[in-house]
C-alpha cells in the first residue's frame, strides 16, 4: 500500500491514472487539479483536493501533512488538462510547478515519482532506426519546449537525492476507444468533413493507448525497486498505427466517405507557405502536420520500458 498524489487528477489522462492506481495494492490517491470530477468520485482511498501550479502552499502542507510515498505529475499535460493549442503562457503555468514541486517532493522523503513528457521532443529522422531516449532532442514546439524544461527540473530534484527513484515518461500522443483526437489528426481533414490518405496508407504513426501508459505506470510504481530504474522511459504501443489501420478505426466509429487522396507536393507546398506568412500552427498547435517530417521515422524504441510492462492495447483491442 503507497500514498499517491496524482496532480492533473481530473482530466483525462489523470482519471485512468488514478482509477488504475486505486485497483492495486489498497493504494491511497490524492487527487489534484484546478477543478473537480466525478469519474473518481467517492471512490474508495480517492481524496479530492482542489489545487494547481499557483497553489504551492496547498502542496506544500499536503507533503508536510500525508507522508505522500510517490508522486505521479499528470498535469500541464496534451490531452489531459492542456488544449490543443500550447501557448506561452501554458509554458509559464508548467514552469510554475517545476520550479518547486519536484524538489518539495524529493525534500518530504518520496520515494518514488513520475513525470509525463511527450516524444515530440525528438528530432524525427529521416533514417529507420527506432528513436532511443539517448536521440537527438528537437525543441521546436510549445509543448517540446515546456516538456523538455519539467525533465530538466525533475532531473536536477531526483540527482540532488539519491534516495529518490524518479521516471520521466516520454509519450507518444494518446488514443483510446472514446478518444480519438490524435489519430483523426493524421488522416481527418475539418474542412471538408472527411478521410485523406496520400499514397497508398502505408506509412504509419507512432501512437500511445492510454491504457498502455496507465499499466506502465502502475508497474513502475510496484516494480521500479531502485536508482537503476531511474531516467527517461519511451511509452508507445509495441508497433505503429498505419494511415489505413486509422482510417478503418474511424469507419468503425463514425460513417465517412470514401478518403480522397491528397497531393503531397502541394501540402509541402502549402506547409512551406504557412511558414513563410508567421502563422505559427506548427510552434503551437500540439496536432500540427509538419510535412516537412510527416513520413519521417517516429518509431519509439521500447525496450527499457518493456522490462516492466507488456504494452498489451493496441488500436484494435483498446477499450
Known amino acids: 500500500m503507497a500514498k499517491i498524489l496524482v496532480t492533473g487528477a481530473c482530466g483525462l489522462m489523470g482519471e485512468k491514472v488514478c482509477s488504475g492506481l486505486l485497483k492495486r495494492d489498497n ?23 482542489a489545487a494547481g501550479p499557483r497553489d504551492r502552499a496547498v502542496f506544500e502542507e499536503l507533503f508536510k501533512n500525508e507522508k505522500i510515498d510517490i508522486l505521479v505529475h499528470c498535469a500541464c ?6 488544449k490543443d493549442i500550447i501557448t506561452e503562457d501554458d509554458i509559464k503555468e508548467s514552469g510554475i510547478y517545476d520550479d518547486y514541486l519536484y524538489t518539495l517532493a524529493v525534500s518530504s522523503g518520496v520515494k518514488k515519482a ?21 536521440d537527438k532532442l528537437k525543441l521546436d514546439s510549445n509543448y517540446a519546449k515546456l516538456k523538455r524544461k519539467a525533465e530538466e527540473k ?22 483510446t476507444s472514446d478518444f480519438s483526437d490524435n489519430l483523426l489528426a493524421k488522416i481527418y481533414d475539418p474542412e471538408t468533413d472527411g478521410l485523406f490518405v496520400y499514397y497508398s496508407g502505408d506509412y504509419g504513426f507512432q501512437f500511445c493507448c492510454l491504457h ?58 502549402r506547409n512551406l507557405i504557412g511558414r513563410l506568412t508567421s502563422r505559427g500552427d506548427q510552434k503551437t498547435n500540439y496536432r500540427y502536420n509538419d510535412m516537412d517530417i510527416f513520413f519521417n521515422n517516429n518509431v519509439l524504441d521500447g525496450t ?12 484494435e483491442n483498446t477499450k
Do not use: H
Open 304 to 315: 527499457r520500458a518493456k522490462k516492466l510492462c507488456n504494452f498489451k492495447w493496441n488500436i
Open 114 to 134: 513520475i513525470i509525463i513528457s511527450t516524444s515530440q521532443v525528438y528530432d524525427f529522422p529521416k533514417s529507420r532506426e527506432p528513436i532511443r531516449e539517448t
Open 212 to 269: 498502455n501508459l496507465v499499466e506502465f505506470i502502475m508497474c513502475y510504481v510496484k516494480y521500479a525497486e531502485d536508482r537503476t530504474y531511474s531516467g527517461l522511459y519511451n511509452i508507445a504501443d509495441n508497433n505503429i498505427c498505419s494511415a489505413r489501420e486509422i482510417i478503418s478505426y474511424a469507419r468503425a466509429r463514425k460513417t465517412y466517405g470514401p478518403a480522397l487522396q491528397r497531393n503531397v507536393s502541394k501540402d509541402k507546398m
Open 77 to 82: 499535460t496534451a490531452d489531459n488538462d492542456l
Open 27 to 49: 493504494n491511497e490517491i490524492i487527487g489534484t487539479d484546478t477543478k473537480s470530477s466525478t469519474y473518481n468520485e467517492g471512490k474508495e482511498r480517492y481524496t479530492f483536493v
Open 154 to 175: 525533475f532531473g536536477e530534484a531526483i540527482k540532488a537525492n539519491p534516495e529518490v527513484i524518479g521516471a520521466a515518461l516520454r509519450v507518444a500522443p494518446i488514443y
